[in-house]
């Protein structure tokens, strides 16, 4: 139980446009899921948490308008990339947190995302 | 703020046991984690401590001093499949996860 998935695993785009990152939790509902994002050799960073149906809530230095984060349902959250450049490539990882182990995050498989 | 320090790289023979040392500051704190990332992957969680103590689960073991803003992981019988990143990270009173930078574990035979 307790899995995450996340698509696509790899994205290449051109500089200048959208890349959409789907995030979903297969057998629970996510009441609250989490992006980081993880440049070569450093860890995580969290980027934004977004709760079911209520708008995301955005870490400090990181532009809401440029990375918008929707939480349609209690199982999907989306990540958008808009108007992408070289210095946005990075591993991009969502978790989702259940109701049950309000504790833990399970995370996705990652997407590598690379602007050229 | 969160500041969480772990060593950058340990090198350790199979067999052998390694201790990874986490130490950190937080506004708030609502337990700490230890996961396990392999390259390109998403990390794996290994482990919570929310209370004092030490935490055993098989060859990896948790340790926790609240009051003294540490905690360690020991990896016994080490493997080379263990060669991989290992993050400490501490759960905030929003139950946030900040991360440590990893401490990279390189297994030799």
């Known amino acids: 139980g307790a899995v995450v998935s996340q698509h696509p695993s790899r994205v290449i785009c051109k500089s200048g446009t959208s890349v959409k990152i789907e995030c979903r939790s297969l057998?629970?509902?996510?009441?609250?899921m989490f992006w980081y994002r993880q440049f070569p050799k450093q860890s995580l960073m969290l980027m934004a948490t977004?709760?079911?149906?209520?708008?995301?809530?955005?870490e400090q230095g990181v532009e809401k308008d440029k990375f918008l984060i929707n939480h349609a349902s209690l199982t999907l959250s989306t990540l958008t990339v808009t108007s992408a450049h070289p210095e946005d490539s990075s591993f991009y990882i969502c978790?989702?947190?259940?109701?049950?182990?309000?504790?833990?995050?399970?995370f996705g498989p990652g997407t590598r995302l690379t602007v050229t | 703020g969160q500041n969480i320090d772990q060593p950058t790289e340990m090198t350790a023979t199979e067999g052998a046991i390694v201790q990874i040392n986490c130490t950190y500051q937080?506004?708030?704190?609502?337990?700490l984690f230890w996961y396990q990332q392999h390259a390109g992957e998403a990390p794996t969680f290994l482990s919570y401590?929310?209370?004092?103590g030490l935490e055993e689960k098989g060859r990896f073991s948790s340790f926790l001093s609240r009051s003294k803003g540490y905690s360690y992981l020991l990896l016994k019988e080490l493997q080379m499949k263990d060669s991989a990143s290992y993050l400490c990270?501490?759960?905030?009173?929003?139950?946030?996860?900040?991360f440590g930078a990893g401490t990279t574990v390189t297994v030799r035979a």
């Open positions: 978790s989702a947190r259940g109701e049950r182990d309000w504790y833990e995050q399970y």
């Open positions: 057998d629970f509902q996510a009441t609250t």
């Open positions: 977004s709760n079911e149906g209520s708008k995301a809530t955005y």
């Open positions: 937080t506004s708030g704190f609502n337990g």
């Open positions: 401590n929310v209370l004092d």
């Open positions: 990270a501490v759960s905030s009173n929003d139950y946030k996860l900040s």
